[in-house]
């Protein structure tokens, strides 16, 4: 199984990135996936999930109303549009999938995620 992250860069404040996310080898097709981020120097954290039909959709409160994730079922993908960045959305962004979750709180807990992707870089300058 692997999940490929791609899409992230140097952008101005105020701009944005789409990120991409292709998961290959899961012949059962993808469940959740979810996205989170790492800060340079800080730990990993959520920032956004979406359900397998995509009817539950959930966002880390610093990134609600400025990113939007989303999903392509036939193409085992997931992507996170990333509109009015500022520096501290800095990060290696990982995108994560795992089993279908109860919880709102289960979808932003990075241990109910089996499979990571690599990570893709977007650092945001002032």
């Known amino acids: 199984v692997q999940l490929q992250a791609s899409g992230g860069g140097l952008v101005q404040a105020g701009g944005s990135l789409r990120l991409s996310c292709a998961a290959s080898?899961?012949?059962?097709?993808?469940?959740?996936m979810a996205w989170f981020r790492r800060a340079p120097g800080k730990k990993r954290v959520f920032v956004a999930a979406?359900?397998?039909?995509?009817?539950?959709?959930f966002y880390a409160d610093s990134v609600k109303g400025r990113f939007t994730i989303s999903r392509d079922n036939a193409k085992n993908t997931v992507f996170l549009r990333m509109n009015s960045l500022k520096p501290e959305d800095t990060a290696v962004y990982y995108c994560?999938?795992?089993?279908?979750?109860?919880?709102?709180?289960?979808?932003?807990?990075?241990?109910?995620?089996?499979?990571w992707g690599q990570g893709t870089e977007v650092t945001v300058s002032s």
């Open positions: 979406i359900t397998r039909s995509g009817d539950r959709i």
């Open positions: 994560a999938e795992g089993p279908s979750l109860a919880s709102s709180r289960a979808h932003w807990t990075a241990p109910n995620y089996k499979y």
């Open positions: 080898g899961l012949t059962r097709g993808t469940y959740t």
